[in-house]
């Protein structure tokens, strides 16, 4: 796989591939190869028992329908191509922005921001929200109360939080709040008597773009790792 982290990158990686694809193509036998042969072939061949002519006849249309085929492969090689220079080219365009992807952990960069999204099945009386550091350790415990079923949106910058647009009147138990690092969030509900923990998505920075050798884009994100690129739920402001 190939670390991508600009459109030159894109573009200079897909030339490398490119070139390897003509130097394979130039070792393939050609039309004027085969036609050699077949001449050769011909000069060569026993006066008293010539090749019939219907032989001739049909290794020149089996030689036809190969090139037609290969034809149909460079062109869509060729799309192919095109399509995944131009999927790189846009995901290379998130390096540097946030997207949110399904995680329990990320990186709270210095005067950042993280989102943390996720859904409430039914109503709670009480929802509330662990925030561990990278030792195990709990560091934060926010009590978000009594919630309707549906989405929870939650924006924490390591002093204050805010859930689905409104400040919560909850202030970090460290005095100038908590230092960028790589945390990891707990949400949990209380329904019907028991407590449920619920999935979460959160918001991580692109560092890199990541392209396989069969052309899959995924994210390196920080404090998250390496997630498709299909696996975004959201692109940031």
Do not use: C
Request: proline share 3%.
């Amino acid at each position: 796989m190939n670390e991508i982290s600009s459109a030159d990158s894109v573009f200079a990686e897909l030339a490398i591939s490119r070139k390897q694809n003509d130097k394979d193509a130039s070792q393939e036998l050609g039309q004027s190869a085969f036609l050699e042969l077949m001449i050769t072939q011909m000069e060569n061949q026993s006066p008293l028992d010539p090749q019939d002519n219907t032989q001739f006849i049909a290794q020149l249309a089996q030689f036809s329908s190969v090139e037609s085929l290969d034809k149909l492969n460079k062109n869509f090689d060729s799309f192919s191509d095109n399509f995944i220079a131009n999927q790189a080219l846009q995901a290379s365009s998130l390096v540097g922005r946030s997207v949110t992807v399904p995680a329990e952990q990320t990186a709270l960069e210095a005067g950042g921001i993280v989102n943390l999204s996720s859904e409430l099945p039914a109503s709670t009386s009480d929802l509330s929200l662990n925030i561990y550091n990278e030792s195990g350790s709990l560091v934060e415990q926010i009590d978000l109360g009594a919630q309707r079923q549906g989405s929870v949106l939650l924006r924490w910058d390591g002093m204050n939080a805010e859930l689905n647009g409104q400040l919560l009147d909850w202030k970090s138990s460290h005095d100038e709040g908590l230092p960028p690092a790589n945390y990891r969030f707990e949400l949990s509900a209380r329904i019907d008597g028991e407590e449920r923990a619920l999935d979460t998505a959160l918001s991580a920075n692109v560092n890199s773009v990541t392209v396989a050798a069969d052309g899959t884009l995924a994210l390196n994100l920080a404090g998250i790792g390496t997630v498709s690129l299909a696996d975004v739920k959201q692109f940031n402001e």
